[in-house]
């Protein structure tokens, strides 16, 4: 039976449910107040990927924590004001990044990446967006012997255990695969299965198009209030109101606010990145997408430059820019690979939203008959938005979804 539905946000998880709630029928409207694609989803990687099978835990050797506490790192950076707000969200962060606990939760994590490629695939193919993909994986690099041989157990045991494939490159070999790199690296990992988008925005708008096209409604506007109305819902924005008999959250990082005001509370907290898009000097080229693994930052050919994007750092939501990471990384690149100018007046910044136990939140919203859940993902919107669209859509409609949903409700917190 058709419903009239309204999803909020339209990032890659919000206009990948819509899309699959189009197909299946239903009046969607689709709300945001940036174009699809122009927030998050706009500045990551732009890798689907196969092999993140196990989720970014929280580092517990000693080691590590030392090397962080300076705050001068590529790979993660903090401000105390944003520790102190995520201060019990960050605390069983760490618990559940214990061993066990954390082998609990991969399952888990794995039967969501392992349906992601296919999930795009049946998107890409309907929306005709395959001039926007490369399908030749990306490369993690390493500059020493030792976290490469590290990497490589870690790699044989994924192949082993999920069965994703993986070629070990040496320094000569990584050489010959990307001639450009600084020399003397002791060699990588290229993940041959993933995806990569040459425009993950881009990517994004034309699924976007797709779910217009097929019926779907867009609305760009900004959310004012969101409240029950009779059996319904109802969302007044700065530009009128609209009804729905079911409302789907899927604001990313935004998400916490808006339930709060339903009187729900869930652990999220957000991890900012950014990026800066460059030129190559002259002669010199990036074939694949390539992750200097050990530093934490990573370099991808895409339409508008080589972009370079950071790793996290752990801020509050609304705090300002701090672009020293962002400098830091693009020091140490530009010795890596021979980076031309920046070619952004600006860098772009986001944030991913994550949760204590690394899993994204799909489902229903506990004590709220007809809202819905889609967000959380971490790391991960961008491969996992079209498989949450599938897996959200089918329990929507009373199906039997293809994957267990239990672990990833809302009421486990």
Same mark, same amino acid.
């Given at each position: 039976?058709s419903?009239?539905?309204?999803?909020l946000?339209?990032?890659?998880?919000?206009?990948?449910?819509?899309?699959?709630?189009v197909?299946?029928?239903?009046?969607?409207t689709?709300?945001?107040?940036?174009q699809?694609?122009?927030?998050t989803?706009?500045g990551?990687?732009?890798?689907?990927?196969?092999?993140a099978?196990?989720?970014y835990?929280?580092?517990?050797?000693?080691?590590?924590?030392?090397r962080?506490?300076?705050?001068?790192?590529?790979?993660?950076?903090?401000?105390?004001?944003?520790?102190?707000?995520?201060?019990?969200?960050?605390?069983?962060y760490?618990q559940?990044?214990a061993?066990?606990?954390? #082998?609990r939760l991969?399952?888990a !994590?794995? @039967? +969501?990446? $392992? *349906?992601a =490629?296919?999930?795009?695939?049946?998107m890409? %193919?309907?929306?005709?967006?395959?001039?926007?993909?490369r399908?030749?994986?990306?490369?993690?690099a390493?500059?020493?012997?030792?976290?490469?041989?590290?990497?490589?157990?870690?790699?044989?045991t994924?192949? #082993?255990?999920?069965g994703v494939? !993986?070629? @070990? +490159?040496d $320094? *000569?070999? =990584?050489?010959?695969?990307?001639?450009?790199? %600084?020399?003397?690296?002791?060699?990588?990992?290229?993940?041959?299965q993933?995806?990569?988008?040459?425009?993950?925005?881009g990517?994004?708008?034309?699924?976007?198009?797709?779910?217009?096209?097929?019926?779907?409604?867009?609305?760009?506007?900004?959310?004012?209030? +969101?409240?029950?109305?009779?059996?319904?819902?109802?969302?007044?924005t700065d530009?009128g109101?609209?009804q729905?008999?079911?409302?789907?959250?899927?604001?990313?990082p935004?998400?916490?606010h808006?339930?709060?005001?339903?009187?729900?509370?869930?652990?999220?907290?957000?991890?900012?990145?950014?990026?800066?898009?460059?030129?190559?000097?002259?002669?010199?080229?990036?074939?694949?997408w390539?992750?200097?693994?050990?530093?934490?930052?990573l370099?991808?050919?895409?339409?508008?430059g080589?972009?370079?994007?950071?790793?996290?750092?752990?801020?509050?939501?609304?705090?300002?820019?701090?672009?020293?990471?962002?400098?830091?990384?693009?020091?140490?690149?530009?010795?890596?690979?021979?980076?031309?100018?920046?070619?952004?007046?600006?860098?772009?910044?986001g944030g991913?939203?994550?949760?204590?136990?690394m899993?994204?939140?799909?489902?229903?919203?506990?004590?709220?008959?007809?809202?819905?859940?889609?967000?959380?993902h971490?790391?991960?919107?961008f491969t996992?938005g079209?498989?949450?669209?599938e897996?959200?859509a089918?329990?929507?409609?009373?199906?039997?979804?293809?994957?267990?949903?239990?672990?990833?409700r809302?009421?486990?917190f």
């Amino acid at each position: 039976m058709s419903r009239n539905i309204l999803v909020l946000g339209a990032g890659m998880v919000g206009v990948s449910v819509a899309w699959h709630l189009v197909q299946r029928g239903h009046r969607v409207t689709l709300l945001d107040r940036c174009q699809p694609g122009r927030e998050t989803s706009f500045g990551n990687a732009g890798i689907i990927q196969h092999e993140a099978v196990r989720p970014y835990a929280f580092p517990r050797d000693l080691a590590t924590l030392l090397r962080v506490l300076p705050n001068r790192q590529v790979d993660i950076r903090y401000r105390p004001s944003g520790l102190l707000d995520a201060a019990a969200a960050l605390f069983r962060y760490w618990q559940n990044s214990a061993p066990a606990r954390y #082998e609990r939760l991969v399952p888990a !994590y794995a @039967a +969501l990446i $392992g *349906r992601a =490629l296919e999930a795009h695939r049946q998107m890409i %193919a309907a929306t005709n967006s395959q001039r926007l993909i490369r399908r030749q994986g990306y490369v993690k690099a390493f500059r020493t012997g030792r976290a490469l041989a590290e990497e490589s157990r870690q790699a044989e045991t994924i192949r #082993e255990r999920f069965g994703v494939a !993986y070629q @070990a +490159l040496d $320094g *000569r070999a =990584l050489a010959r695969l990307e001639p450009d790199l %600084a020399p003397g690296l002791a060699g990588a990992i290229h993940w041959t299965q993933p995806w990569t988008a040459t425009d993950p925005g881009g990517l994004v708008a034309s699924y976007a198009d797709h779910f217009q096209a097929s019926g779907g409604t867009l609305v760009r506007a900004s959310l004012q209030k +969101l409240s029950r109305q009779g059996s319904g819902w109802q969302a007044q924005t700065d530009t009128g109101t609209l009804q729905a008999e079911q409302v789907v959250m899927a604001m990313g990082p935004w998400s916490a606010h808006w339930l709060a005001r339903q009187g729900l509370s869930v652990p999220l907290f957000v991890k900012r990145g950014y990026h800066m898009h460059y030129g190559c000097r002259p002669g010199a080229s990036l074939r694949h997408w390539v992750m200097d693994a050990e530093v934490g930052y990573l370099l991808a050919p895409m339409q508008a430059g080589i972009r370079l994007t950071t790793g996290a750092e752990l801020t509050r939501e609304d705090a300002p820019p701090d672009h020293r990471q962002l400098v830091a990384a693009e020091t140490v690149a530009g010795q890596f690979f021979p980076l031309g100018e920046r070619l952004d007046n600006e860098p772009w910044m986001g944030g991913r939203p994550c949760t204590p136990d690394m899993k994204p939140v799909i489902g229903p919203a506990p004590g709220q008959h007809g809202l819905w859940l889609a967000f959380g993902h971490g790391h991960q919107g961008f491969t996992l938005g079209p498989v949450t669209g599938e897996l959200l859509a089918q329990m929507m409609d009373g199906d039997t979804p293809a994957v267990d949903m239990s672990p990833y409700r809302a009421n486990r917190f």
